[in-house]
């Protein structure tokens, strides 16, 4: 029935995996300062403070206890199972989406597992948690290399291709995002304006809900697998 499908997940799918989300009660925003923690303004003020919030999430990752839930497992079922075309554009910086088998996927605020340097822009695989040490191979003098993630004032990745994506879509899923980040929040807009189906899946109506035409109310992990039989 539909030839192209782009769904947007956000923080709320990998919560029952165990991350945090940022804006709901015990989120990450109530423990950190988004100014210090993701702007480039706050990462030039103090490094040292931004790569321990990265730190302890990658560690928090590397503990071996966080796990794709049934959530994704479902959208990577969809994948493998749908004739059409498919993104799944993400914003998270986990790699929950790979790791349960989703291909066609895009992260548009970056990945915790790399790092990236700053005049390049070559991102370079992180084994161990970012410190000092942590420079580039690509250029002289070898650069110290930053997490690669989209802080507030900067360029998202892929819009271009996502942009792609919604132009010609005719179902668009939001999953597990409260819709206050720009440009991801808009994507509906898009989907709407180019007559795509538009439908929302969270615990509670998100800031944006009223743009979306069809609303399903409760876990991702329980929606998701119902939907995706
Ligand atoms: C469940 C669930 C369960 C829980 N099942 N659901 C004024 C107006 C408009 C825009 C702006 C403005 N001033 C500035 C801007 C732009 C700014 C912006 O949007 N600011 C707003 C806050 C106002 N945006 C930017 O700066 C972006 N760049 C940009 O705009 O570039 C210029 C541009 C110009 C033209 C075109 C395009 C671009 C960059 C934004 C970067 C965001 N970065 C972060 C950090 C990334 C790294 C990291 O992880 O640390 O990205 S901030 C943080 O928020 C993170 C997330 O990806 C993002 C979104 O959060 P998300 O995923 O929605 O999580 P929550 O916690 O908010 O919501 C969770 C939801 O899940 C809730 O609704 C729950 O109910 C639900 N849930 N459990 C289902 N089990």
Request: contains cysteine.
């Amino acid at each position: 029935m539909y030839q192209q499908i782009v769904i947007l997940t956000g923080a709320g799918i990998s919560a029952e995996s165990g991350l945090r989300t940022f804006r709901d009660q015990d989120g990450l925003w109530e423990e950190h300062k988004i100014e210090e923690v993701a702007t480039p303004e706050g990462y030039e003020k103090n490094p040292q403070l931004v790569e321990q919030f990265y730190n302890e999430r990658w560690q928090q990752f590397h503990n071996g206890c966080i796990e794709p839930n049934a959530g994704h497992d479902a959208l990577a079922k969809l994948e493998r199972e749908f004739e059409g075309k498919l993104l799944v554009v993400t914003q998270n910086i986990d790699d929950l989406h790979e790791r349960a088998g989703s291909k066609r996927l895009l992260h548009m605020h970056g990945e915790l597992s790399k790092g990236r340097c700053p005049r390049s822009r070559q991102t370079f695989l992180l084994r161990e948690p970012f410190g000092p040490d942590h420079t580039c191979t690509c250029c002289i003098p070898a650069q110290r290399l930053r997490p690669h993630v989209v802080w507030f004032g900067e360029m998202p990745i892929g819009l271009d291709r996502i942009q792609h994506a919604l132009d010609s879509c005719d179902l668009f899923i939001a999953i597990g995002t409260s819709g206050t980040v720009y440009p991801a929040a808009g994507f509906v807009d898009t989907a709407n304006h180019h007559g795509a189906q538009t439908v929302d899946i969270n615990l509670m109506p998100a800031d944006r809900h009223s743009q979306f035409q069809y609303h399903l109310q409760g876990k991702a992990s329980e929606l998701l697998p119902k939907l995706v039989e």
